[in-house]
């Protein structure tokens, strides 16, 4: 055997137990990737935004600073690329309202999800329609944890005083999707912000469903009844007509 053959591995003939470093991925170069594949998802998020699904591959790697190879290395195709962005942004969302939810009061609680959503409206621009009409459900697996955790803030709204104790949960949580789901906060954020449609929406419901505006509703009434009742109820003091 000549060990200057440049195709073989004295080393690995004399010392077969033995593992060479270069043999061993490095943590730098793990980091790296990382790196990459958070430079990957950002760019995704902008082209996509940009451009709908009809994004390229090679528009996001340009975008990323990386070659298109490199982003086949961390994705199969362009649907698992957008596959990681949506399931990603759901997991992070997820996290902060759940966080929202079990910490904040209820009305605050409700006003942060509703805010998130139109967060996320503004952050994929022309992808927002294919997300909020279902079409892409089967990328991410739909917003069942989200009505989920409505729920339990509007319940736990309810339980300690905050919102209506006649509330109908159900028509509430069926109202509030409708306002993504259809379109109406795009449309609203059209002329204003995103974030003034989300305040509007937000000022919206909770007057509706707050315990306050119960009150008010029922002082109202009161009145309306005090000052159209008959004057045999109010009894005039004596020598008045």
Do not use: W
Request: glycine share 6%; with cysteine; proline share 5%.
């Amino acid at each position: 055997m000549n060990f200057n053959d440049t195709a073989v591995n004295p080393e690995m003939i004399l010392f077969p137990h033995m593992v060479r470093p270069a043999q061993v991925p490095s943590r730098p170069e793990r980091s790296d990737a990382a790196t990459n594949r958070r430079r990957i998802l950002d760019a995704a998020c902008a082209v996509f935004a940009s451009r709908g699904q009809d994004g390229e591959i090679r528009e996001i790697a340009e975008r990323a600073g990386v070659g298109v190879g490199t982003v086949y290395r961390h994705f199969q195709n362009r649907e698992g690329l957008l596959a990681a962005l949506l399931a990603q942004t759901k997991q992070d969302l997820l996290r902060r309202l759940q966080v929202a939810v079990q910490t904040e009061r209820p009305d605050d609680a409700l006003r942060a999800m509703i805010h998130a959503g139109a967060e996320v409206c503004e952050k994929f621009g022309a992808l927002t329609e294919a997300i909020l009409s279902g079409r892409l459900d089967s990328l991410h697996g739909g917003h069942a944890e989200f009505t989920a955790l409505l729920l339990k803030a509007l319940q736990r709204g309810i339980e300690e005083g905050s919102f209506r104790p006649e509330l109908d949960v159900p028509v509430v949580v069926a109202m509030l999707e409708a306002v993504f789901t259809s379109g109406t906060l795009v449309q609203l954020a059209s002329d204003r912000s995103y974030a003034e449609a989300a305040d509007a929406i937000s000022d919206f419901f909770l007057a509706a469903i707050s315990s306050t505006a119960r009150t008010d509703e029922q002082e109202g009434h009161h009145d309306q009844r005090e000052r159209t009742a008959p004057d045999h109820q109010h009894p005039r003091a004596p020598g008045t007509l």
